[in-house]
């Protein structure tokens, strides 16, 4: 098994400063007016607002897959027996190929009618259908496709899902938000620079985080594993931070 890279280099996205501040007549900064007690004149708030933005690939290290097992009978008890069957073959293939059982879980259970879809008898119940959801946490990336193909030899009939992600994503995230935060203040002090001012304190900081988990889908899935045991790249996960913050303008 290969060796997987962590992080990747942290890039700053976007160059659009959010000012929100206007020329004065005076050529100063100003923004809205705030009166101050026993002041005969209000005294304009000076402040700038600014977008600072950041984002990084990182390689997934864990995998989600979710199995579905269902059977279909003339009755409900006989297309239970025959899920409990299979489901029950379906995680001893599992464990046999490595998993632990803590990372085995049954997520849904269902048994439902199955109507006729003939003209003449619609609406007329034909058997039962039994159904159940096999939810599986994968280290070893590579061997996702064996799996599929053991489970699906065992009794399971359908990939539901199968996202990859990073276990220690919280990490990467705060890099990118100091990074983010970064990039908004240099934002800031440059145009600070610009107008003849300079940024003082934070007054406010609006923090966004996301992440793309990669969704292999179900086609792709099974007709990878029938094609070739190795199966295929995961590829990287795009996470990224953006911050908006507004910092007071301080004249020299």
């Known amino acids: 098994m290969r060796t997987m890279q962590a992080a990747r280099s942290v890039r700053f996205v976007g160059i659009g400063i959010v000012v929100l501040v206007l020329l004065g007549s005076a050529g100063g900064v100003a923004a809205q007016g705030m009166d101050v007690p026993g002041a005969g004149t209000p005294v304009q708030k000076r402040s700038i ?10 390689e997934p290290d864990i995998a989600y897959l979710a199995l579905g097992v269902e059977t279909q009978s003339d009755t409900a008890a006989k297309a239970q027996e025959i899920l409990a069957e299979r489901a029950s073959n379906v995680l001893a293939s599992l464990s046999q190929a490595g998993i632990d059982r803590s990372r085995i879980k049954t997520s849904s259970y269902r048994v439902s009618p199955v109507y006729s879809t003939k003209q003449d008898i619609q609406n007329v119940v034909i058997g ?16 996702v496709a064996g799996l599929v193909d053991a489970a699906m030899s065992a009794g399971a009939n359908a990939v539901r899902s199968l996202s ?29 620079a610009a107008l003849g001012v300079r940024i003082g304190a934070p007054v406010s900081v609006n923090i966004r985080d996301s992440f793309s988990a990669f969704d292999a889908g179900d086609d792709g899935i099974l007709l990878a594993a029938e094609r070739s045991p190795v199966f295929y790249s995961p590829g990287e996960l795009d996470i990224d931070a953006s911050v908006t913050i507004e910092f007071d303008l301080v004249t020299e």
């Open 49 to 58: 607002r600014v977008q600072g933005q950041a984002t990084m690939s990182v």
């Open 128 to 143: 039962y259908r039994a159904e159940t959801r096999i939810n599986v946490e994968v280290s070893d990336l590579p061997s």
């Open 164 to 192: 990859f992600d990073r276990k220690d994503m919280q990490s990467f995230k705060t890099k990118l938000i100091e990074a983010a935060c970064t990039d908004a203040k240099m934002k800031a002090d440059a145009a600070a």
